[in-house]
């Protein structure tokens, strides 16, 4: 019966809780292991409760005047999940799939990522929904352009610094820079990390994700007791991580048996030539035409067997569907939220070593961090320094994580999230609610 009262016991709405972002799977997913680790932390609720949403989000129309004289409106999407330790730091991806959902997800994975390594940032991230292979140079050039005027009112160096991502390079962070610098009238190198060594760029920084990654993947067979001339690796992605990985573990002896991109995915149980497929892919050739290997399906390749496996690409790619047959003893998640949590309950009783996302793939905004002082300082490291650096803060940040995994018995994800949230939710506690 109606009598004008509302209940006592009214629940939230999913609407209410989520606002635009429930019907996303990525941000549910990414909802979900931060109340996962809220269970095995102590936090407070209210702090776990700003933590569960994004500090700030924005979604522009982006107009383009396409090279056949047409224009054709885009939409791009900035979110700042938090603001609490610094300016808010992430990457801008170009995808077709591209949503506020996701951005959403990528920008609170961000702020364990950077919670974790110890770096004054808050999370961010940034995409539009766009395939940047079908668009031309010049397209792409105007796209980002104008996609950095509409949210001119939310970036700066002291309040959220931009990176390349999925589909981005360091000329679009080049182009970034360019037009903040414009409108503030003077070259302001910090607005941007990731971009080219002629415009303040940190050497080494294309391949700190990549790298970042393989020195994690080395301290994992130390763990599991594995030589790396008798290991195997398969890599799911070449692009830029993806290729630097493949890369680096060549040059440590480790064979790399299966790769795979967009367009196809190729294996060889000898092994695979890094060098010579490298060469191949610049040249404009696809992965798949390459003759030191034999092309296989795409989704074969995350069950290869093998010692190492290295998703490099997308969200998602292993859930409740294929977690069974995942035959590798490490599973180093090069992309951003590779693993779902079904597929993370299935993975826990095996006995592979998960090194996750926001501990293996943090090497990217480590070496960011690197350019952003450095751009601040006006003073620039050797190649030399930025992976000694790398590679002392990337260690020092495996090994807390493995031991709170082994200290308190708990999942690889579940030690480098707490780790993560923890240090947000006490400078969020420190600082307290305003006003």
Not at 192 to 203: A, D, H, I, Q, S
Not at 271 to 291: C, N, P, R
Not at 308 to 335: F, H, M, Q, T, Y
């Amino acid at each position: 019966m109606d009598n004008g009262q509302k209940p006592k016991e009214a629940k939230e709405t999913k609407e209410a809780k989520n606002g635009l972002f429930e019907e996303s799977p990525v941000f549910q997913m990414a909802c979900r292991q931060l109340e996962n680790v809220a269970e095995v932390i102590d936090v407070d609720p209210g702090v776990l409760e700003r933590m569960l949403k994004p500090k700030r989000s924005m979604i522009v129309s982006v107009p383009v005047r396409m090279d056949d004289g047409n224009t054709r409106n885009f939409i791009g999407y900035r979110v700042q999940h938090s603001l609490t330790s610094g300016p808010a730091k992430g990457g801008l991806r170009y995808h077709p799939s591209v949503d506020l959902g996701e951005v959403a997800a990528l920008a609170m994975w961000m702020s364990w990522k950077c919670g974790i390594m110890n770096l004054p940032f808050g999370g961010a991230k940034g995409g539009i929904a766009v395939d940047p292979a079908k668009i031309s140079k010049g397209e792409k050039e105007r796209l980002t352009r104008r996609f950095t005027e509409e949210v001119l009112c939310i970036i700066g160096p002291r309040m959220d610094v931009m990176a390349p991502d999925l589909g981005t390079d360091e000329q679009d962070m080049a182009y970034i820079m360019d037009t903040y610098s414009m409108s503030v009238g003077y070259a302001c190198p910090e607005i941007v990390t990731g971009k080219p060594v002629e415009l303040g760029g940190c050497v080494g920084r294309r391949e700190a994700t990549g790298r970042g990654a393989v020195y994690c993947i080395m301290q994992a067979l130390q763990e599991i007791k594995a030589n790396a001339s008798e290991s195997t690796a398969v890599v799911q992605g070449f692009g830029n991580v993806g290729a630097v990985v493949c890369q680096e573990l060549a040059t440590r002896g480790i064979k790399v048996v299966a790769v795979s991109d967009r367009y196809g995915a190729i294996a060889n149980p000898r092994g695979i030539d890094i060098a010579a497929l490298t060469q191949h892919v610049s040249s404009g050739k696809h992965l798949k035409e390459f003759s030191g290997g034999g092309q296989i399906a795409p989704d074969e390749v995350l069950t290869t067997p093998c010692t190492i496996l290295v998703p490099a690409a997308l969200e998602r790619v292993i859930n409740a569907g294929n977690a069974s047959r995942i035959k590798c003893r490490i599973l180093a998640e090069g992309a951003n939220g590779p693993t779902t949590p079904e597929a993370d309950d299935i993975l826990k009783d095996s006995d592979i070593f998960v090194i996750p996302d926001v501990i293996c793939n943090a090497g990217g905004v480590t070496v960011s961090y690197f350019e952003w002082v450095q751009d601040i300082q006006q003073f620039l490291w050797s190649e030399q320094q930025v992976n000694q650096k790398l590679e002392e803060l990337m260690l020092k940040a495996f090994h807390q994580v493995r031991s709170l995994a082994k200290t308190r018995h708990l999942p690889m994800r579940t030690a480098a999230l707490s780790l993560g949230v923890q240090k947000t939710a006490k400078e969020k506690n420190r600082r307290g609610l305003y006003p």
